[in-house]
């Protein structure tokens, strides 16, 4: 059983550039999420995305997009970058069924700095 | 608007000591509460999930109790090691497991 990974580990990029952030998720998972998580904060919730539709979001704004692909797969893409987008951006799968989500598993982050 | 608040916001102890680590949070309304381990610049090891209905949950030598009604939970850490050694966080979900964390317990444990 293989672990949720993401890609790249670290990224620099400076304001107004776009950036796709990459996620696999955990054999048998369906449902995937994302979060960002700044220096001594705690993660804040982006998205949740489950069978390829968004099933939730937290309070960020539009320029924050994400996709989930049939191999429950996901992407995180931000455009317009801001220097207060420079974070970890975790990425966690989780099995949805029956109305009930079991626990989430999470990937080691990637390090996005804005300059 | 859930708020989850973690005290201490760091600890540092000699190794053997037993720990406990504290987390409030202001909607007791939850579905589950989870604790988990980051170590610095690394993703979140999930360690115990209390479900709403459940008081306590036990893993080695850590144990998280739940108080839904006061909104608070504690993780025990019995005789702590070096190893130990990383920020602790609480998060409470209310449904469709989307959580809401605090800011963490930064624990050093020395030699």
């Known amino acids: 059983e293989t672990g949720v990974t993401q890609s790249p580990t670290h990224l620099i990029k400076t304001r107004g550039q776009q950036v796709t952030l990459r996620c696999s998720s955990q054999s048998g998972h369906n449902t995937v999420s994302w979060y960002q998580q700044a220096l001594g904060q705690g993660p804040q919730f982006i998205f949740q995305?489950?069978?390829?539709?968004?099933?939730g979001r937290g309070n960020f704004p539009p320029r924050f997009s994400g996709l989930q692909f049939p191999n429950y797969s996901s992407e995180l893409n931000v455009n317009a970058l801001e220097l207060d987008d420079s974070a970890l951006y975790l990425c966690?799968?989780?099995?949805?069924?029956?109305?009930?989500?079991?626990?989430?598993?999470f990937g080691p982050g990637t390090r996005l700095t804005v300059l | 608007k859930q708020e989850v608040t973690q005290i201490p916001a760091a600890l540092s102890v000699p190794e053997g000591e037993n720990l406990v680590l504290n987390c409030s949070f202001t909607d007791s309304a939850i579905y589950n509460l989870q604790w988990f381990r980051q170590d610095p610049g690394k993703g979140l090891t999930s360690l115990l999930l209390i479900q709403s209905s459940q008081r306590e949950q036990t893993s080695g030598r850590l144990n998280a109790s739940l108080d839904k009604s006061s909104g608070r939970s504690t993780l025990y850490i019995a005789a702590s090691q070096p190893g130990d050694s990383a920020t602790y966080l609480c998060?409470?979900?209310?449904?469709?497991?989307?959580?809401?964390f605090g800011r963490g317990t930064s624990l050093i444990v020395h030699p």
């Open positions: 966690a799968s989780s099995l949805y069924s029956s109305g009930n989500t079991d626990t989430q598993y």
């Open positions: 995305y489950y069978r390829e539709e968004e099933n």
């Open positions: 998060a409470v979900s209310k449904g469709s497991y989307i959580p809401t």
